[in-house]
């Protein structure tokens, strides 16, 4: 999986170490309503499978309190790129040091009802990281299977009511995890780019 992986976005890693990382592709479009953020899409590679890394946010946060999510968050003055903002911020909430996630592309941006503008960032990380949750935004760390998260067949569409306008978004249930909204807007994104 590791090399369909590496061939659907160019065939190119980009390590990302300690003294900063490279940017890929960047494609930046200024909107000064909304805020940028970045997160990054964690593949594991495992000796069984790749997994996907989520994280489950804490439920006192004051915007998307609960849901499951990947780690990411909003761009600081100091980030020079998405790339920056999702490897901080990872290292940030998770504890995974950048030195240990090699960097191979970006997924559609997408924009939130919240008032974000969402970079996805995909990089692969190699097996025998520690990491360290944030407890005052992260209430669990989790893996799900690539294979199911890639799997068509697993893409549900769920509807929401929110401040009085129903809204449709994916959804992909996984044991108790209910995968859905942005999060899994940007694995179905994954599926798409990987079997193109």
Known sequence: MRETILRA???SETVADGAGWQAIAATQVADDTLTPAAVLVPLIDRA????????????????HAGQISFPGGRRQATDRSPEDTALRETEEEIGLVRRHVSLVGRLGVRETGTGYRVVPVVGLVAPGF???PD?????EIFEVP????LDPANHKFGTRV????????YAIPYGRHDIWGL??????????????
């Open 9 to 11: 976005f160019g065939a």
């Open 48 to 63: 069984d499978g790749m997994t996907v890394l989520l994280t489950q946010r804490t439920s006192h946060l004051p915007s």
């Open 130 to 132: 520690a990491l360290v």
């Open 135 to 139: 407890p005052s935004e992260v209430e």
């Open 146 to 149: 690539l294979a199911f998260l």
């Open 162 to 169: 929110t401040r009085g306008v129903e809204r449709q978004f």
């Open 183 to 196: 999060t899994a807007r940007f694995l179905v994104n994954l599926s798409e780019f990987v079997r193109r």
